[in-house]
């Protein structure tokens, strides 16, 4: 599975597969698991994937954001518990300059919320646990 | 080889169901939403939501589509990666 990790995801490793001399800026979207979320403490949250179908939804992102614009993109999306604090997902862009850079990974991100079969179990401070439905009100 | 679909569940809806996957029967004509209809029919299967969304051999399908033989089918929860 090429886009997704079921280990600590090495930003720094991901970034260094867009820098190129040619490309002067590099734009960098780090996802972390957020303490808390509709009022309620969070621990951790667990993901987990359609992975076939969302490697293949990943690379379908890829292809079409370099397509779009100049610039090469680099795309990682943990799988498994991952603790408040720790990084979830990772989108890196290298391309020649900061327009268009900005602008696909701001495209990357979005489209990786819209189309891609992952979901997340939230564990709360409470002790209770919920599977989070983007969908439902607030 | 049977005239079977594979059937994914993942998430909450493998939780309704109690099962992550099942081979349900296809015919000459089956289409998603059939194969939609007969979960709904199972233990669980009543709340399953009347809008939801499916894929088929991992591209998103509409309840229209046909399926055949040998097809992965599956049922998606409202995504929530990112």
Redesign the interface.
């Known amino acids: 599975m090429k886009y997704l990790s079921h280990s600590a995801l090495d930003g720094t490793a991901i970034a260094d597969r867009v820098r190129a001399d040619e490309r002067g800026a590099l734009v960098m979207f780090t ?1 972390y698991v957020r303490n808390h979320h509709g009022g309620r403490g969070v621990v951790r949250l667990e ?4 992975e ?3 490697d ?1 939804e990943c690379g379908r992102i890829v292809r079409e954001g370099e397509a779009r614009w100049p610039v090469s993109i680099a795309l990682e ?1 943990r799988l498994g518990a991952v603790a408040v604090g720790e990084v ?2 990772i989108v890196v862009v290298g391309g020649g300059h900061r327009g268009e850079a900005f602008e696909a990974c701001r495209w990357v ?1 979005e489209e ?10 939230e564990f709360y401070t409470d002790g209770t646990t919920a ?6 009100g607030a | 080889m049977p005239a079977t679909v594979r059937v ?1 569940l ?3 809806y493998a939780e309704l169901l109690g099962t992550d996957l099942l081979e349900l029967p296809v015919a000459a004509g089956t289409t998603v939403g059939d194969i939609v209809a007969s979960l709904r029919t199972r233990p669980g299967g009543d709340t399953l939501p009347s809008q939801l969304l499916c ?1 088929v051999n ?3 399908a509409k309840l229209t589509d046909s399926v055949k033989p040998g097809d992965e089918v ?1 049922l ?7």
Not at chain 1, 47 to 50: L, N, P, V
Not at chain 2, 76 to 82: C, K, R, V
């Open positions: 996802g993901y987990s994937a359609y076939a179908m969302a293949a999306h979830a997902v991100i990786v919320k819209r189309s891609v079969p992952v979901w997340k179990r599977w989070v439905d983007p969908t439902a | 994914l993942f998430a909450r894929a991992l591209r998103q599956a998606l929860p409202p995504l929530a990666g990112g």
